[in-house]
C-alpha cells in the first residue's frame, strides 16, 4: 500500500509533448512518462488543467490485478455508493476493463452506485504495474466549451494551448496581465479559473470582443483600451500572445518598446511567438527560464516562460 503518493493522468505525449510534460511538471512536480502518468508526493486540484486530466490517490499498487485485490481484501477497504472505472495506458492493452471493474468492486465492502456516486475508485493499468487510488479530481474540461466562444479571429490561440499558458505562468492566488488580449483567449481561460485578470489591447474592437466572450459565459474581468507599451500598473504574473506582426527586424523600436515597458509590469512572465525571441528578451533583461514549442499544422508557436527585471510594488487588490 502507497502512502502520501498521488497519480496524475495526462494527455498522452505525442505531437504535443512539451507543453504537457510542462504543465504537468509545473502543477505535480513531474513530467509524465510515455503512458502519461505522473508519480508525485504532491496532491494538487487538477480541475484546472489542460493537459493534466485526473489526479487521484495512490491506496494500492502491485505487479497485476489479483495481487491488486488481495491487498484490497487484507486491507478491508470500505465505501458507500462508490464506482470503479478502469483506464488502461496505452489505450490499446488487451483487457476486459469491464470484468476488472467488477473485479475489483466485488473485494470491496459496501455499496456500489454506478449512477451517483460518492466515491469513485480508479484502477489505472499498464503492461508492468496496476495502481488503484481514490479519484480526487478532474479536468473541468470548460476549455471544450469555450471553443464555441462568439468572438475570435485566425490568430487566437486554441482554448486548451491558453489554460496551459495561464497554468505555466500564474497560481491561483495571482494576479494576472494580458497586455495584447486580442479577442480574450487567455483572458477567458485566466477567468474561469478563478484568477484574478485584466487584459488591455490597443484596438477597441478586440477590447469589446473579449468583453463580449466574458460575457457570453458570465464571467468577469477587467477589459481595458491601452497601449502595452504604456502599462505601467504592477502585477504578479503576466501572458502575451504577441502579435503576428511584432516582428523584431520589422518595426523594432514599436516592438522593442512593447517588451522594455512589459519587462517592469510583472516579475514573470510567459511570451507566446512564432519568431525567436531569445536573443531580443535576453538583451532586454528577461531571464528566459524555458522554451516549450507547440506546433500548430505547418508552424510551431515558441512558449518563452521568463522572469523579469521587475522590481518589487506595492499590487493593487
Request: glycine fraction near 6%; hydrophobic fraction near 40%.
Amino acid at each position: 500500500m502507497s502512502i502520501g503518493n498521488y497519480l496524475y493522468l495526462t494527455s498522452v505525449p505525442n505531437q504535443e509533448a512539451e507543453l504537457v510534460n510542462a504543465e504537468s511538471a509545473i502543477l505535480t512536480g513531474h513530467a509524465p512518462n510515455a503512458c502519461g502518468i505522473t508519480i508525485s508526493e504532491r496532491c494538487v486540484d487538477v480541475t484546472r488543467g489542460a493537459y493534466v486530466k485526473s489526479c487521484m490517490e495512490i491506496l494500492f499498487e502491485g505487479e497485476d490485478i489479483p495481487e491488486v485485490c488481495e491487498q484490497i481484501e487484507t486491507s478491508g477497504l470500505y465505501a458507500e455508493d462508490f464506482r470503479v472505472s478502469v483506464v488502461k495506458r496505452p489505450r490499446r492493452l488487451a483487457v476486459d476493463t469491464m470484468k476488472i471493474a467488477h473485479l475489483i468492486g466485488g473485494v470491496i465492502e459496501g455499496a456500489v452506485c454506478l449512477a451517483r456516486p460518492r466515491v469513485v475508485f480508479l484502477a489505472v493499468i499498464t503492461n508492468e504495474k496496476v495502481w488503484l487510488g481514490r479519484l480526487l479530481s478532474e479536468s473541468d474540461g470548460w476549455w471544450l466549451v469555450h471553443r464555441k466562444r462568439p468572438y475570435m479571429t485566425s490568430s487566437a490561440l486554441p482554448t486548451k494551448l491558453a489554460r496551459a499558458i495561464v497554468n505555466l505562468i500564474a497560481d491561483p492566488c495571482d494576479r494576472l496581465v494580458d497586455p495584447c488580449c486580442g479577442t480574450g483567449t487567455i483572458v477567458l481561460e485566466a477567468a474561469h479559473m478563478g484568477i484574478r485578470v485584466v487584459g488591455y489591447d490597443i484596438n477597441p474592437k478586440m477590447v469589446k470582443a473579449t468583453q463580449g466572450n466574458l460575457a457570453h459565459y458570465n464571467l468577469d474581468a477587467s477589459v481595458l483600451l491601452g497601449d502595452a507599451r504604456q502599462i505601467s500598473e504592477p502585477f504578479d504574473a503576466l501572458a502575451a500572445n504577441l502579435p503576428y506582426g511584432i516582428m523584431l527586424d520589422r518595426t523594432p523600436v514599436q516592438d522593442r518598446e512593447i517588451l522594455q515597458n512589459l519587462n517592469n509590469v510583472a516579475p514573470k512572465a510567459v511570451f507566446v511567438a512564432i519568431q525567436d525571441l531569445s536573443k531580443p528578451l535576453e538583451d532586454l533583461g528577461y531571464r528566459v527560464r524555458q522554451i516549450v514549442h507547440a506546433p500548430k499544422q505547418n508552424m510551431v508557436r515558441r512558449i518563452y516562460i521568463t522572469d523579469t527585471g521587475f522590481t518589487s510594488r506595492s499590487i493593487g487588490e
